[in-house]
């Protein structure tokens, strides 16, 4: 006769890859419920974006169907994306908001701004509750790629509710300025935008929040840092030696302001004709890779160098949206899905991380 002490044992043959650790032990098995030779039960991953999720619940699968006396078994598969940033009662960060995951570069140009609009959008189709923040002051363009062009709602209380698209809650300032008018703003000016987006929006329930930091290491870093605890920096760069040397410097400062780094993306990796199909590394090959390996941080992926990434994030609709089984597109889902691992892994091992005083 099966038991349910039989389909725990077997499942601890179950691991998860990233945590390194049998879904057992870490309490992922759920709702056991055994009807003669028929068991069901559940298994809540710690992300909807867990890259080896169909892996496992085969693996599970296998497992208990192997028992003796098993003849049919059900598996559901649910998440439940566990916070790494502390609740701290009065303080500026929501309670309603788990991870704060900020998308930073060394220099301009290196397409941030796409890579955050396109890993927002991926994590949400995963399922995961995500809000994006463009807290690029001085160049928002979030608005512009993912198409808003109604500003949010503002209460008589000064209180922001973000503008939903597609899934992800965003604010930007990009709201508050005309098209043509430029934002010259001094350090106390930029602290206060950043508070104000962080305690004066409305987020509701949220996994993910994504910021998209400006280029550079100024002062909307060092006022997000100072401000809140962040899960950990996604940083993004291009293959020459000029962009991952400036990225170095980014990583710098954030091993400064005691803040972790979940790793290093490549934006336009590498080019491929779409008449000859020969791939071209345009701009080098493997930098990033070799330096998040010399700095013994994880590498998130490569996203190529594609003109359908340009005219999508042009037209207001990510290329996640509108080709998801281009290239391209599954490439930002791949990295998406390695970030998600990151955090939960981050989460896993309860690493609070420092807020920054002065």
Sequence with gaps: MVTADHVFQALRSVQDPDLRRDIVSLNFVKEMRIDGGRVAFAIELTTPACPVKELMQEEARKAVASLPGVSAVEIRMTSQVRRTTPQAPGGLLPPTIKNVVPVASGKGGVGKSTVSANLALALAKRGARVGLMDADVYGPSI?????????PQVDEHNRITPVEQDGVKVVSMGF???PDEAVVW????LHKTVQQFLGGVLWGELDYLLVDLPPGTGDVQLSLCQSIPITGAVIVSTPQDVALNVA????TMFKKLNAPVLGIVENMSYYVCPHCHTRDDIFGSGGARKIAERLELPFLGEIPLVRQVREASDAGRPVVLTDPESPAAKAFM???????????????QAEAPVKVTF
């Design 143 to 151: 608005p512009t790629m993912l198409g808003i062009t109604e500003p």
């Design 176 to 178: 508050f300025m005309r």
């Design 186 to 189: 001094r350090g106390p000016m």
């Design 248 to 251: 170095q410097k980014a990583i």
């Design 334 to 348: 791949d990295v998406a899905e390695r970030i998600a691992a990151q955090v939960s892994i981050r989460g896993m």
